[in-house]
Each structure stands twice: as structure tokens, then as C-alpha cells.
């Protein structure tokens, strides 16, 4: 089973802040990088924020200032810190992980976990 397992979200007030974990199973080696996404009701699912097994990481606008990407490497997870959360941050918030090995890439989506910002 490779499927990542997301926790941490919640209701929250606007202005507050939310962690989210997101823990990987399977071989860590032929990881190559984890993302968060989310998916808001009527909308298409959006990159958040990525972070190479290098430790490269990558924003969308609208989460710049505002959330962190970062990885524990020894429990293959990846976490988000959300700071100053806003209504329209409101969403599903998927993991994925990306993977190279035996010649193929593949990436696993977690089951996701809500994310609610009341105004």
C-alpha cells in the first residue's frame, strides 16, 4: 500500500493557522517528491506547494507568505503550515507522492482531509 495518509484539518477562524501532515509508506528511496493540493466545491484541484526530495520547493500565488512546505525524511512525511488562512482556502487537501523506480513514474493521491476557514 503506497497511498499517503493525510491528517490535521479542521475548522478554523479566519486568521487562524492549521498543520497538516501527510505520511508516505512503501520505499522512501524511489520518492522523488511530495505535494499538496487542494480541490474547493465546483473548482478543479490546484498545486499548493511541492517539495523535492532535494528539498526544492515550489508555491502557488496564492499560498506564498502564508503556508510552508517542509519534510521529516527519516518518517517520510511531509507537513503544511497554513498561517492567516482565509475563506477562500476552503477546500479538500490532497497529498500526493511521486515516484520513480523500475523505469516508471508514478504518484499516489491521499484520501485528502477538509480544510474549513469560517469568516
Known amino acids: 500500500q503506497v497511498q499517503p495518509v493525510e491528517s490535521g484539518g479542521g475548522l478554523v477562524q479566519t486568521g487562524g493557522s492549521l498543520r497538516l501532515s501527510c505520511a508516505a509508506s512503501?520505499?522512501?528511496?524511489?520518492?522523488?517528491?511530495m505535494a499538496w493540493y487542494r480541490q474547493a466545491p465546483g473548482k478543479q484541484r490546484e498545486l499548493v506547494a511541492q517539495i523535492t526530495r532535494g528539498g526544492t520547493t515550489t508555491y502557488a500565488d496564492s499560498g506564498k507568505g502564508r503556508f510552508t512546505i517542509s519534510k521529516d525524511s527519516a518518517k517520510n512525511t511531509v507537513y503544511l503550515q497554513m498561517n492567516s488562512l482565509k475563506p477562500e482556502d476552503t477546500a479538500v487537501y490532497y497529498c500526493r507522492t511521486d515516484r520513480y523506480e523500475t523505469g516508471l513514474y508514478t504518484y499516489h493521491w491521499g484520501q485528502g482531509t477538509q480544510v474549513t476557514v469560517s469568516s
Open positions: 512503501g520505499s522512501s528511496f524511489s520518492i522523488t517528491a
